[in-house]
């Protein structure tokens, strides 16, 4: 560690000291000047500044009102538009042909009240028919037809988190409703039309046709309270219906009206009529009100319930100076008196629906600004005066402290030089530097560093190097112990055949006189299957040799599965020892393959099943031809695959635990795995139904494989 740096007298600390002397009663004049007229300002201009704030206050007001009414407006303007959307395509179905499903027509029934009305979910719309007219034919029928909106009302329900419900009502009661909800709770006569979601858009109270926004009501199909857009949908001069998106008033809420506003202000959105249909809860606190969160839909679902009349500016005495105001003109300021204070409200029309966003602020608490800022010049003076006198006992204290300080500016960083030199001796990782006001220091810092990355870098590239060497060397290893690993296997498969062979050979030399016909026949027979053993053997490593090195891939050509199968089959219960086969490959099944690896997969899986079923049981061979493609199973009946070897059946060279004293090599599943992947196909080992094994391979037809590749290049 350096040694502690004592400060010392010298002409620079004199030259501190004398610039503080002479300069401390200037500073104090200068000071204090500027507090006495910083003092006479704030009070001056009190009363100029209580004006301007209630001028910019309520631009302020008007300005977010104006927003947030155009905010409003663009959403609802494409509620709007989806509506017009609805309507149209409603039109269209309306005289297009039904082409409902059994499905959907399963889901309808009466009940016992006369209603036609759907009885579970599917997922898409509830369908209810009162039956307050009669229920016929052409009624259905345009039940059928509507089921084309299905989708559609799916689609704008989950387009927009504002809306709450997308729906279709028609002349005679008939309602089409997303999502989908228990109708059950409609009553059996419920008189649609009569309801202000319908009547407000026919003829009479919306003669040009154009989406319309209803007041706020109570939804009968239980969303609470709620406004609605909605179109009459005509088929020439007759109303047949119409249409409707639902926007609950939470969702308003919650998207509009959730913005904290200055001054204790609170906004409220009052309909055309002059009913609040939505209020901040400092609006409610103010009004006297209480939004109407509970309700009896068995009494709203009985005709139409909107707010009562203390929601309404229009209907209440202490705001039908607000109400006048906003309904003459369409945005401005306005200045009325409430619960004793005076108030001030902006306002503006919001577009398309004819509501208008109001904020109402007390005008107290935008005077209070004005006199917030007037205390605040007199606390700001007092704290001035007090940090004008810490200043100046502290200004001494730090010329003293930097003085002092400046001697470590060479210091620290050597001393931090030194742990870095510290960790690159003891081979650690990241030193720090933070740098020095000394650009000599600075430098060699950056050297220093840098040099201690590049021994770290060629440090990981050593590192590299030894796990590659030694990934080399587990690699080696593992290849030496396969090799010994299929001389073992191949030593054994091979010499099992040739015990046969030179037993055979050995009893024809010794008793060849005397030997009959058939023992002589019966002797050949077992030569022949022992030589085709070590030949099918030899030749699928062949095989399996020259794929893995890539030179053993052939042109694919067609091929015939169900000819191939039976011969196979047929090929394989020459040699086996009295294997009984149970062949079912009728038809012709044409695949593309390489003809030999076709037949050597065949073989591998055949003695497989031969080598693990016991030989009193037969072994199954089906083939089955599907649409695009075909499939061959061989089923055996012996004791099945463990569950501790099934992951390890198609390895190289593995045998399981049930392998114990039966001849094999341990290749037979892989060989038929690789060679049914050179053949474009794919095998499965599966439990069979009655026990044993059953080994699955499918095949592309060849049709299939033409069609998918003349597919393919006319994407291209």
Same mark, same amino acid.
């Given at each position: 560690?350096?040694?502690?740096?004592?400060?010392?007298? #010298?002409?620079? /600390?004199?030259?501190?000291? $004398?610039? +503080?002397? @002479?300069? *401390?009663? =200037?500073?104090?004049?200068?000071? !204090?000047?500027?507090?006495?007229?910083?003092?006479?300002?704030?009070?001056?201009?009190?009363?100029?500044?209580?004006?301007?704030?209630?001028?910019?206050?309520?631009?302020?007001?008007?300005?977010?009102?104006?927003?947030?009414?155009?905010?409003?407006?663009?959403?609802?303007?494409?509620?709007?538009?989806?509506?017009?959307?609805?309507?149209?395509?409603?039109?269209?179905?309306?005289?297009?042909?039904?082409?409902?499903?059994?499905?959907?027509?399963?889901?309808?029934?009466?009940?016992?009240?006369?209603?036609?009305? #759907?009885?579970? /979910?599917?997922?898409?719309? $509830?369908? +209810?028919? @009162?039956? *307050?007219? =009669?229920?016929?034919?052409?009624? !259905?029928?345009?039940?059928?037809?509507?089921?084309?909106?299905?989708?559609?009302?799916?689609?704008?329900?989950?387009?927009?988190?504002?809306?709450?419900?997308?729906?279709?009502?028609?002349?005679?009661?008939?309602?089409?409703?997303?999502?989908?909800?228990?109708?059950g709770t409609y009553p059996a006569r419920m008189d649609i039309p009569s309801y202000n979601f319908y009547y407000e858009a026919d003829s009479a109270h919306n003669p040009r046709r154009v989406p319309v926004w209803t007041d706020a009501y109570i939804d009968p199909a239980g969303q609470g309270w709620m406004v609605s857009s909605v179109v009459p949908v005509y088929q020439g001069n007759r109303l047949e219906g119409v249409v409707g998106i639902d926007v609950t008033i939470r969702s308003i809420v919650n998207r509009v009206l959730a913005t904290?506003?200055?001054?204790?202000?609170?906004?409220?959105?009052?309909?055309?009529?002059?009913?609040?249909?939505?209020?901040?809860?400092?609006?409610?606190?103010?009004?006297?009100?209480?939004?109407?969160?509970?309700?009896?839909?068995?009494?709203?679902?009985?005709?139409?319930?909107?707010?009562?009349?203390?929601?309404?500016?229009?209907?209440?005495?202490?705001?039908?100076?607000?109400?006048?105001?906003?309904?003459?003109?369409?945005?401005?300021?306005?200045?009325?008196?409430?619960?004793?204070?005076?108030?001030?409200?902006?306002?503006?029309?919001?577009?398309?629906?004819?509501?208008?966003?109001?904020?109402?602020?007390?005008?107290?608490?935008?005077?209070?600004?004005?006199?917030?800022?007037?205390?605040?010049?007199?606390?700001?003076?007092?704290?001035?005066?007090?940090?004008?006198?810490?200043?100046?006992?502290?200004?001494?204290?730090?010329?003293?402290?930097?003085?002092?300080?400046?001697?470590?500016?060479?210091?620290?960083?050597?001393?931090?030089?030194?742990?870095?030199?510290?960790?690159?001796?003891?081979?650690?990782?990241?030193?720090?530097?933070?740098?020095?006001?000394?650009?000599?220091?600075?430098?060699?810092?950056?050297?220093?560093?840098?040099?201690?990355?590049?021994?770290?870098?060629?440090?990981?590239?050593?590192?590299?190097?030894?796990?590659?060497?030694?990934?080399?060397?587990?690699?080696?290893?593992?290849?030496?112990?396969?090799?010994?690993?299929?001389?073992?296997?191949?030593?054994?498969?091979?010499?099992?055949?040739?015990?046969?062979?030179?037993?055979?050979?050995?009893?024809?030399?010794?008793?060849?006189?005397?030997?009959?016909?058939?023992?002589?026949?019966?002797?050949?027979?077992?030569?022949?299957?022992?030589?085709?053993?070590?030949?099918?053997?030899?030749?699928?490593?062949?095989?399996?040799?020259?794929?893995?090195?890539?030179?053993?891939?052939?042109?694919?050509?067609?091929?015939?599965?169900?000819?191939?199968?039976?011969?196979?089959?047929?090929?394989?219960?020459?040699?086996?020892?009295?294997?009984?086969?149970?062949?079912?490959?009728?038809?012709?099944?044409?695949?593309?393959?390489?003809?030999?690896?076709?037949?050597?997969?065949?073989?591998?899986?055949?003695?497989n099943a031969d080598k693990f079923s016991p030989p009193e049981k037969p072994v199954d061979v089906a083939l089955v031809r599907r649409k695009s493609d075909v499939v061959v199973t061989v089923t055996d009946y012996g004791d099945g695959i463990s569950a501790e070897d099934l992951p390890h059946i198609f390895d190289r060279f593995y045998r399981g635990a049930n392998a114990t004293g039966t001849v094999g090599s341990g290749i037979g599943l892989h060989l038929a795995r690789v060679f049914a992947a050179t053949n474009r196909g794919e095998i499965?080992?599966?439990?069979?139904?009655?026990?044993?094994?059953?080994?699955?391979?499918?095949?592309?037809?060849?049709?299939?494989?033409?069609?998918?590749?003349?597919?393919?290049?006319?994407?291209?």
């Open positions: 560690m350096a040694a502690t740096i004592r400060p010392r007298v #010298t002409l620079q /600390d004199w030259f501190w000291r $004398a610039l +503080f002397r @002479s300069a *401390i009663i =200037p500073l104090l004049v200068i000071e !204090l000047s500027f507090l006495g007229v910083y003092w006479l300002s704030g009070s001056f201009s009190y009363q100029a500044n209580t004006a301007t704030v209630q001028e910019i206050s309520h631009s302020y007001l008007q300005d977010i009102v104006d927003r947030e009414a155009d905010t409003i407006a663009q959403t609802l303007r494409g509620v709007e538009r989806m509506t017009g959307m609805l309507a149209r395509e409603t039109g269209r179905a309306l005289v297009l042909p039904n082409a409902v499903s059994g499905a959907e027509r399963s889901r309808y029934a009466f009940d016992k009240n006369g209603a036609f009305r #759907t009885m579970r /979910d599917n997922g898409t719309t $509830a369908s +209810f028919y @009162s039956g *307050i007219l =009669p229920i016929g034919p052409a009624q !259905l029928e345009k039940v059928w037809r509507l089921e084309r909106l299905d989708a559609m009302m799916v689609n704008i329900k989950q387009s927009d988190a504002l809306i709450a419900q997308v729906y279709f009502n028609t002349f005679d009661s008939y309602n089409r409703i997303y999502p989908y909800f228990d109708t904290d506003l200055p001054w204790k202000s609170y906004a409220m959105l009052v309909g055309r009529d002059g009913t609040i249909i939505a209020l901040q809860p400092a609006g409610e606190k103010d009004l006297g009100l209480k939004e109407l969160k509970d309700h009896t839909y068995a009494a709203a679902i009985a005709g139409d319930t909107f707010k009562p009349a203390q929601f309404n500016l229009s209907k209440r005495t202490d705001m039908r100076a607000l109400a006048e105001r906003v309904f003459a003109q369409p945005r401005g300021v306005v200045h009325f008196e409430l619960n004793g204070s005076e108030r001030v409200a902006a306002y503006s029309k919001v577009a398309g629906p004819g509501w208008h966003l109001v904020i109402v602020g007390a005008e107290e608490q935008i005077n209070l600004t004005a006199e917030n800022l007037r205390a605040q010049y007199l606390r700001i003076t007092i704290i001035m005066l007090a940090i004008l006198v810490v200043f100046y006992m502290g200004y001494f204290a730090f010329l003293y402290v930097r003085s002092r300080r400046m001697s470590f500016v060479v210091a620290q960083p050597l001393e931090q030089l030194t742990d870095v030199v510290e960790i690159m001796s003891r081979g650690g990782k990241d030193p720090e530097f933070s740098g020095s006001e000394v650009e000599e220091i600075d430098r060699f810092g950056a050297h220093l560093i840098d040099v201690h990355e590049k021994l770290a870098a060629a440090e990981a590239r050593s590192q590299a190097q030894e796990r590659l060497v030694a990934a080399a060397l587990e690699k080696e290893r593992e290849v030496n112990e396969t090799q010994r690993r299929f001389i073992r296997v191949m030593s054994h498969e091979i010499r099992t055949p040739l015990a046969v062979i030179d037993s055979s050979a050995q009893i024809l030399e010794r008793r060849a006189s005397g030997i009959a016909p058939d023992a002589l026949a019966d002797r050949a027979r077992r030569m022949r299957r022992s030589t085709g053993r070590i030949a099918g053997l030899l030749t699928r490593l062949v095989r399996l040799l020259d794929i893995d090195s890539g030179r053993g891939k052939a042109p694919l050509a067609p091929v015939d599965l169900a000819k191939l199968v039976v011969e196979s089959c047929a090929e394989f219960q020459a040699t086996a020892a009295g294997r009984e086969l149970r062949v079912s490959a009728n038809g012709e099944a044409v695949v593309e393959a390489d003809l030999e690896l076709m037949r050597l997969t065949l073989m591998a899986v055949l003695e499965r080992v599966l439990d069979g139904e009655n026990g044993g094994t059953c080994v699955s391979l499918r095949f592309r037809l060849a049709s299939a494989s033409r069609r998918g590749k003349r597919t393919e290049e006319v994407s291209e």
